[in-house]
């Protein structure tokens, strides 16, 4: 009660700063709503598990909630006005939409930007070959990765080739319960005492990364390599690709799990991929369930952020500039100071994850000043490493007007920092947007697990992120 507290409790309230557990602070009623929002979540996590299905998956949704596609209303020479959905698909690997605002995008927009690309292996161009009756697949990784987290799990086939006649064949092994899937070999433990006397970063060696791919011989004696044809001509009778082939051909690597709930709570939610597209999910849900706002929402979804963002499809290109030139024109007349006056005028959150602290690990954080699982959704001021080098800054005035929207909107939210100073680090897409002159913070969920085959978020951050996104969407200083 209000009346037993003492005057050091209520000082202590009133003045003291600590993080909430979402669990303990919504009702239950919100309690259903987490938990069926994050089964639509896990749902599309299967079904997009690179970046090249899920911006065909955010065209799909896009398209069914009414949205148009930018360049057909170029085309057609129409004029934008509120309450008008349009999207732009880059590339079939990233992925841009808004929302047209009361103001003109003039005036800026509010930006959800996120990275739809995770941490994976790739196939090589030349990649099956046979070696002891065995065939293999070699490969090159995507990304930051432990290798050795990649070894003996069930792993699946993603990808496109485009065939010499330039027809394009989409492959999918491996999620399908009917469907084989392949792995990565590893030594018994019996024969592994040198192995075991290695770094982590050196038992399982990037060129070791080689995949199983068969096992049975072409029934022709005088064949030499028959398992490898027997592969090929496998993959020719179903698809109709020869090994040439594979050099034109985007091939992924990638778990074959399924998203699950984790505990026996059922409060969290492990899954592949979801650095990053925990918030891609959550920022496209977000787009999706709002109405027209006063200012132009826009929802940025990129790809090659795990490499640098480099690219076409990566934050470093010119995709969101020309996408808000495009929104300027179709308001009105068009100029370069318009578009360099909408993004001076425009605010972004860099929607991204952090590390949350796992108590299995200890000395990895500034407990202070991390973030942890269930604790809502995360701003991260800074990012960058060591002292800050090749990161983001916000403004701490921009950090002041979030906390307000927070507040007014009941969003239970947190500060991180992505491990100790001279430990940790690393980077997003914020500064790209920020080097263009918006305002821009990092904003995201905590994630246990990062860069594993199976990462770990909280179904009550999940939905907490999706309600700051879409009130971002709408928000006004």
């Not at 100071?337 to 990895?364: F, H, I, W």
């Not at 916000?394 to 507040?407: D, H, P, T, V, Y």
Request: net charge negative.
């Amino acid at each position: 009660m209000e009346e037993n507290k003492t005057e050091g409790q209520k000082l202590q309230e009133k003045l003291a700063y600590k993080a909430k557990n979402v669990w303990e602070k919504v009702s239950d009623e919100e309690r259903k709503e987490i938990f069926s929002f994050c089964e639509d979540y896990k749902k599309f996590l299967d079904v997009a598990k690179t970046e090249r299905e899920f911006a065909r998956e955010t065209e799909r949704v896009a398209v069914e909630n009414g949205f148009v596609s930018l360049d057909e209303l170029i085309n057609s020479g129409k004029k934008l006005i509120p309450g008008t959905k349009v999207y732009k698909i880059i590339r079939n690997k990233a992925a841009i939409l808004a929302v047209i605002g009361k103001q003109p995008a003039s005036c800026g927009v509010n930006i959800v930007g996120a990275h739809i690309d995770a941490p994976r292996i790739d196939l090589k161009q030349n990649p099956v070959y046979e070696d002891t009756d065995l065939a293999f697949a070699k490969t090159h990784y995507y990304g930051g990765i432990k290798k050795y987290q990649w070894v003996t799990i069930p792993l699946a086939l993603h990808g496109v080739v485009i065939k010499g006649n330039g027809e394009t064949v989409e492959i999918k092994i491996g999620e399908d319960e009917n469907d084989p899937v392949f792995t990565i070999t590893d030594l018994l433990p019996h024969l592994a005492a040198e192995q075991m006397q290695k770094k982590a970063s050196e038992v399982v060696t990037g060129e070791g990364l080689n995949v199983l791919f068969g096992s049975i011989p072409y029934n022709d004696e005088k064949v030499k390599e028959k398992v490898k044809l027997n592969i090929l001509n496998l993959l020719y009778e179903k698809y109709g690709i020869t090994e040439e082939d594979f050099v034109s051909a985007e091939l992924e690597i990638v778990p074959a799990l399924k998203a699950k709930d984790v505990g026996l709570d059922r409060g969290l939610v492990g899954a592949y991929g979801q650095d990053d597209r925990v918030c891609a999910y959550t920022a496209l849900r977000a787009i999706l369930d709002i109405d027209t706002p006063e200012k132009t929402a826009v929802c940025l979804l990129t790809d090659k952020e795990e490499v640098g963002s480099m690219g076409n499809t990566g934050a470093q290109s010119t995709m969101l500039e020309n996408f808000l030139a495009f929104l300027c024109s179709l308001e009105g007349e068009y100029s370069d100071l318009l578009l360099r006056k909408c993004l001076s005028q425009t605010r972004m959150l860099s929607a991204d994850v952090n590390a949350a602290v796992d108590p299995n690990y200890e000395g990895t954080h500034d407990k202070k000043n991390a973030c942890y699982a269930g604790k809502g959704v995360v701003l991260t001021k800074y990012s960058g490493v060591r002292g800050k080098a090749g990161g983001s800054d916000a403004n701490a005035e921009f950090i002041g007007e979030l906390r307000q929207m927070f507040k007014n909107n009941d969003i239970i939210w947190q500060t991180g920092e992505l491990g100790k100073v001279d430990l940790g680090g690393g980077g997003t897409i914020a500064l790209f947007v920020a080097n263009l002159g918006a305002e821009v913070v990092d904003c995201g969920v905590a994630v246990l697990a990062m860069h594993s085959p199976f990462e770990i978020t909280s179904k009550a951050d999940v939905y907490m992120t999706y309600r700051a996104y879409k009130a971002f969407y709408s928000f006004i200083k």
